[in-house]
């Protein structure tokens, strides 16, 4: 999905789906079968517990495995030759796999690096690392199994590291493919998914929609505010910034464009909300389970800090709407045609309680994956309790939801398991000191300097791979360097995080508005430099946690109520500024100032606060004033698109 042009986004889109869909009926019974007892699995292991890590991690990738084979043929729709390569590539997996669990005891009790590999070990370590690639290709493209290649080529020519210790790293331990990142797929992530599947089959979609159309609908600029209140409660539950893009996005753009929203406009904010979706908490994107297993924190914690950077990007987002219709005088859609909050919350509100449960579950120290199993099985009979919502829920939903459920989880586990060669690549050959200090040399021990260059580093690889590989390389090589020049930990890990899913919104290639901008008919470019404006809290906030952490709710609660109020003001006013409008049309002079008391509110700290509230307040008089005086210059007519 890295073209640029429009139309090949959603052929690609539509093709993806149709390679996920078997053609024969007994293949597709096979899969169904295959990916419901994938589904239990795991929910039997969330519940009581699971085995040893390297049984677990491989049973999961075991059906990871199998599925991605019989779900993404080498050639759809070829003859017998491709499906028999198909079928040889997928018992090759087996077998390596089986490997380990039939040589289990002999696997734990040898000595690591220093026993002598058997020829199988060898042997069968070169046929996972090529298998790991040849899925993670055929369910997220080239540029993941390149980057991994890259490293491994490194490691193999470039360094005085000897082949069979590398193929004990990737292989024979948990450093490597069945490392902890996997380990967080089969943890974490594939409990979230089924508990956002089971959502969607609860029919908890509708409920965000009608619920943000009641309570932003008939305000200035309503459908553009609905897409952000929405894609941010959608968000919480799906992980993907492009699959909530198409969720949301054939309801909310054409709403958008019907109430005068330029076609780039309502994309940049389709696609900008959408991104959001992965730092919202209580569910966040698969890569912040993988900070909770780096940093060795609960997944509580990591949803605590993302809570007022999260708060403050969706509030960007918010004001960017609002200022752009108050601009150009676009109105909301007429109270007749929109839900009414009540009936929605009497009829469809008892949805919620599945998220509340996670949130309180979360709250109260239970673990991450025995809450979102609870939740999940909390969906379906919440959603019978009232007749509103119990319509065409039957145990086939059950069935469809487990299906579902384990499918979405694939390109997350093979996201992990490939990014498990990169962590092996880089930990046995010491590369990520090697890049510390290129990054402290070029930064000149400047921590500014470092952040920006990794802030590059993030984008650029999240635009060829996922966010959570995309993290991963950036914790590998460049968060060592952040935090050897004073970055707190949190605060260095949650920065690249940040900066590897802002890549969905940043031109040249931004895939989330790529998929805006197709649903949306708007010229890819102009949707981009759009969504980054929309979006440029997210760009600058990032900076300012590194320095006061306060911003991610470490610290006194005086001082982390200050930073956010603070920031919030300043948020408000980097809106105000990028689309001109506070309380009228801003001039250029007053644009600068917005942006300028915006940049000093949201850095914490009293002296600067003190600066952007008096710059604030200049603005603030004379918009007062000259609103006095023209009531009518408040709007400017939408230019013809």
């Keep these: 999905m890295s073209s640029e042009e429009k139309v090949p986004v959603v052929a690609v889109i539509s093709e993806e789906k149709a390679a996920t869909q078997p053609q024969s009926a007994a293949l597709k019974a096979a899969v169904a079968v295959i990916a419901v007892v994938m589904s239990l699995y795991h929910m039997y292991v969330a519940a009581f517990g699971p085995p040893e890590a390297l049984i677990f991690r491989g049973t999961h990738l075991l059906f990871a495995l199998t599925l991605v084979f019989l779900l993404y043929p080498l050639k759809p729709g070829g003859g017998w030759k491709w499906r028999a390569t198909d079928a040889l590539l997928l018992l090759a997996s087996w077998a390596f796999i089986f490997h380990i669990f039939l040589n289990y005891e002999y696997m734990t009790n040898r000595i690591i690096y220093i026993d002598d590999l058997t020829r199988l070990d060898k042997f069968y370590t070169v046929i996972a690392v090529l298998i790991i690639l040849e899925a993670t290709r055929r369910v997220l493209g080239w540029a993941l199994p390149i980057t991994a290649s890259a490293f491994l080529v490194y490691a193999i020519f470039f360094t005085n590291v000897t082949g069979p210790v590398l193929m004990e790293q990737l292989y024979l331990s948990t450093e490597g493919i069945f490392g902890s990142t996997l380990g967080v797929s089969a943890s974490y992530v594939m409990l979230f998914v089924l508990f956002g599947a089971f959502m969607e089959k609860s029919g908890t979609g509708q409920l965000f929609m009608d619920f943000a159309l009641s309570i932003t609908g008939h305000t200035a600029g309503g459908p553009g505010k609905v897409s952000v209140v929405s894609s941010s409660l959608f968000g919480t539950v799906s992980g993907s910034a492009v699959a909530n893009v198409m969720v949301d996005g054939p309801m909310t753009i054409p709403l958008m464009k019907r109430t005068g929203f330029k076609p780039s406009f309502a994309a940049a904010v389709e696609a900008t909300a959408s991104t959001g979706g992965q730092i919202m908490p209580p569910v966040m994107g698969a890569a912040a389970f993988v900070m909770a297993e780096f940093l060795a924190v609960p997944y509580a914690t990591v949803a605590l800090w993302a809570v007022i950077p999260a708060v403050l990007y969706y509030l960007a987002v918010f004001f960017a709407v609002h200022f752009e219709a108050k601009r150009y005088g676009l109105h909301g859609v007429p109270k007749n045609e929109l839900p009414v909050l009540g009936r929605v919350m009497r009829e469809r509100g008892h949805l919620f309680i599945p998220i509340v449960t996670i949130f309180i579950g979360l709250t109260l120290g239970y673990s991450a994956p025995l809450c979102a199993l609870v939740g999940a099985l909390m969906c379906l009979p919440i959603a019978l309790m009232r007749k509103a919502t119990r319509a065409g829920i039957s145990w ?83 968060v060592p360097a952040l935090v050897k020049l004073g970055a707190p930990l949190p605060s260095a890990h949650m920065f690249a995080f940040y900066f590897a899913i802002l890549s969905a919104i940043t031109p040249p290639v931004a895939l989330a508005v790529f998929a805006a901008a197709s649903l949306a008919k708007a010229d890819l470019w102009e949707a981009g430099w759009a969504a980054v404006r929309i979006g440029a809290a997210g760009f600058i906030v990032p900076f300012m946690f590194v320095f006061e952490p306060s911003l991610l709710m470490i610290g006194s609660w005086d001082q982390i109520l200050q930073s956010f109020v603070s920031a919030t003001i300043g948020t408000i006013c980097l809106a105000g500024g990028l689309f001109g409008y506070f309380f009228r049309i801003a001039h250029g002079w007053e644009r600068a100032l917005l942006i300028a008391a915006a940049l000093l509110l949201i850095k914490p700290g009293i002296l600067t606060d003190i600066a952007g509230l008096v710059l604030l307040a200049v603005v603030l008089l004379n918009q007062l004033v000259l609103r006095r005086h023209e009531p009518r210059q408040d709007a400017r007519p939408r230019p013809a698109h």
Excluded: D, H, W
């Design 396 to 478: 086939r939903s059950v069935l469809e939801a487990l299906e579902e459920g384990a499918k979405n989880t694939l390109a997350v586990a093979m996201a992990c398991a490939c990014a498990g060669i990169v962590i092996g690549c880089v930990t046995i050959t010491g590369l990520g000191i090697v890049f510390t200090q290129i990054v402290v040399g070029l930064s000149q021990n400047l921590l500014p300097l470092a952040l920006l260059l990794t802030a590059i580093a993030g984008i650029v690889l999240g635009m060829g791979m996922p966010t959570t590989p995309a993290y991963i390389v950036m914790v590998s090589l460049l």
